[in-house]
């Protein structure tokens, strides 16, 4: 099947600075990945939907200026958490959609990015 | 609203007992996709099953089954003979295709430890 990876799979950052984890689909074009965010023994929230070429859509509740979402190529999506702080520790799960005709498409999850703020 | 509800938090057995994970949604959309994940220890998403909303044809995959009935709105997954390997949490989620986005909208996940 196809192949989505993260890159870091696992950072560790001071309080106020800026993270930024990649998504790349491996083997396929992705015109959509969509990034979650997952709290420790909780569910998978979506934080926002990437399309290429285009703004993210964000989910409510979600800060567009915190989380800083870039698609700028079909197989490259990019979350950028700036300034962060201790409560954006989370795991960071990024999927691709390779299908752009709704209701054919399957998605394929990245391994997730772990995000430690000092 | 959509929602998908996982009533249990966590199921324990012992090994090569039969386990049934409930899954219950809604959703406004007469069309409309249900999916189960399982997330081992390591974090990574394993995609189960898809299934679309025309079609509640029970699915079975070796040692996994589901049970899909839209009058209880209802996506029950069931594992016969439970390994030690089937530890992890497992998610319901479901996608509604009006929106136009495919979002996956995931239940709280129930945690399943087999004990051997």
């Known amino acids: 099947g196809a192949v989505v990876s993260q890159h870091p799979s696992r950072v560790i950052c001071k309080s106020g600075t800026s993270v930024k984890i990649e998504c790349r689909s491996l083997?396929?074009?992705?015109?959509?990945m969509f990034w979650y965010r997952q709290f420790p023994k909780q569910s998978l929230m979506l934080m926002a939907t990437?399309?290429?070429?285009?703004?993210?859509?964000?989910e409510q509740g979600v800060e567009k200026d915190k989380f800083l979402i870039n698609h700028a190529s079909l197989t490259l999506s990019t979350l950028t958490v700036t300034s962060a702080h201790p409560e954006d520790s989370s795991f960071y799960i990024c999927?691709?959609?390779?299908?752009?005709?709704?209701?054919?498409?399957?998605?394929?999850f990245g391994p997730g990015t772990r995000l430690t703020v000092t | 609203a959509q929602k998908v509800t996982q009533a249990q938090t966590e199921i324990s057995v012992v090994e090569k007992e039969d386990v049934t994970l409930d899954c219950v949604y809604e959703?406004?959309?007469?069309?409309?996709?249900l999916f189960w994940y399982k997330q081992p220890p390591s974090g990574e998403l394993v995609f189960l099953i898809r299934?679309?909303?025309?079609?509640?044809q029970n699915e079975i995959s070796g040692r996994y089954s589901w049970n899909f009935q839209k009058s209880t709105s209802s996506f029950n997954f069931t594992i016969t003979a439970s390994q030690v390997v089937d530890s992890a949490v497992y998610f319901c989620?479901?996608?509604?295709?009006?929106?136009?986005?495919?979002?996956?909208?995931f239940g709280t996940g129930t945690r399943l430890q087999v004990f051997p």
């Open positions: 959703t406004r959309d007469t069309t409309y996709y």
């Open positions: 989620a479901l996608s509604e295709a009006w929106e136009n986005t495919d979002k996956l909208i």
């Open positions: 999927s691709a959609r390779d299908e752009p005709t709704l209701g054919s498409y399957e998605q394929y």
């Open positions: 990437s399309n290429e070429g285009s703004k993210a859509t964000y």
């Open positions: 083997d396929f074009q992705a015109t959509t």
């Open positions: 299934r679309n909303s025309f079609d509640e």
